[in-house]
């Protein structure tokens, strides 16, 4: 199977763009080896900045530069630059600021532990006006999430993991902003994921259709927001229940977001995979995802969940 | 407070012993930042052994002074010196960063271990200090508060919120140290987010400076010992260290920063603080 670091990825797509377009600035804050903006840095000394580990003044940085025609593009760890610098991020999102913002380390960050995990970050950005969010699965989606973000004029959001993902899409994969992106058919279930959510929904599905004997459709939605309501709940309809992973927090999350808009729409039942009241900890990413129930046993327990609450 | 030829050297070894456990910890879990964890190792050490009051029985014992490790990713280093205190079992050390593990690759707050509070998110450790002096004040508790700062943590706007408000609340009881290493995560300081001049910064803002040589136990004691008895006013220490601290190929690099030796590396970064070790115990001593 094909691996790539989505880092390595941005990296080198900055590289390209900034060969394209000259208003393409980017701002880091001492982490440029771990977020690959030293790529760019190596190659545009004099449009990249390093900010030093501020990540407030960082952001104000890009707020500036982007009233003033430039293109910011903002990277740090997620729950630094989302966290520490939220009330700028909450003005760029006001004045509906070009300003990119794209980080890596989100969700478990391995050794590192709770203090550096981002599992809150998508609670903090998805109640943000205009902000466009989104959760690449693969580097051929990320490529093509990276070329709309530079062709629209708004505030982005991009979360990146850390550490090497399978590649699920192909070559001529078209990314539709707001559009859930169907991966595979199924008349029973449905499992909706975003980022290392679908990834695992895809490992796990096989194994689960054959144990519970039903059809399980899988929708991978890198788009958290906006999302297209319609196309969503179409696609959902003739299932009986849906399940929602995601490597966060599942309090103020994907599948929260998720459940607000099918329960105002097409109300059906819905459980929740991610993280349940915890901050993590250190660990092996393995064993991280699996206690805190990223795994296939416990998406059979709710499918299973699901079933049963069909029936009575 | 003088030292004995033999108090030193007992410590210098002490701190020896503490540096090894630092790099076979970070070895161990092959991640963690060792550069910056050799370096202070000793001001942690000096601290907890010569300096603040502390209670070897009780770590939560409620007259003891307060330390606090802003930079958070040296957590190796609190780590070890704790378990020399016996806060913490030798044999956990080596569990650091390990699924299960109470030693996170971060401070995680326990108060049993010794551990006053979570740090690891750069530039909190100060403001943290700051409402430990308000509250010592406010009871009457005439302990001490000290807080270990890196210098490129010093980049976060929030330490220097910090720093008016030490001197605006005159707190005397707060004590911070900087680790001058003179390197951050992606170069040196000066190149990143220049500091300097540091020392001038400080006194601007209100706080008595003083400068020592952090590879001087003497002079750091010293310092330590003269903050004790300057009054009406924060301190702070800028401690001259040495990122990686002994260890020949971490020093002065970034590369170290937050990047685990291999095996070959590791048994010549050991095999160098061994080294060290025998002229201390032959009674060579680098000091002064
Ligand atoms: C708020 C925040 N931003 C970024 C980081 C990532 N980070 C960890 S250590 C480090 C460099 C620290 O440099 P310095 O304070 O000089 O530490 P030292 O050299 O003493 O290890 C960075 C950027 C962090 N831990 N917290």
Redesign the pocket.
Known sequence: MIKADLRDTFGEFLVKLGKKNYNVVVLD???SYSTRTNKFAKKFPSRFFNMG?A?QNTLGTALGFAISGKIPIVS??SI?TTG?AWEFIRFACHDNLNVKIITTHSGFVGGDGST?NALEDLSLMSSLPNLIILIPTDNIELIKMLEFTFDTKNPFYIRLPRGYFPKIHDEDYEFLIGQPDILKDGDDICLIGTGYGTLLALESTPDIEKELKISIKIINLSSVKPINNKTLIKEIKKTSGVVTIEEHNIYCGFGSILARIISENYPMPMKFIGINESFGQSGNREKLLNFYGLNKNKITEQIRNLLLSRKR | MTLSVAEEKRILLDILEIKKDVLKMIFQAQSG?P??SL??ANIIYLLYNNIMKINREDPQWNKRDIFILS????APALYAVLSKLGFIKREKLFTLRQFGSDLQGHPVKNPKLGIEIST????MGLSIGVGCALAAKLDNNDRMIYVLL????LN?GSIWEAVMAGNHYKLDNLIAII?R?G???DGS?EEIMALEPLAEKWKAFGWEVIETDGSNLREIIQGFERCKNILGRPKVIISYLI?GAEVSFMQHTQKY??RAPNEEEFTLALKELENIEKNIKRGIIYND
């Open positions: 804050s001492d982490l580990i990540e740090g760890f630094f520490r550096h | 930042h550069g910056g370096s202070c930079k958070g990713h040296a690891g998110s750069l530039g890196g210098d490129g943590e976060e680790d290493n390197i951050q995560n300081t990122k920063h937050g």
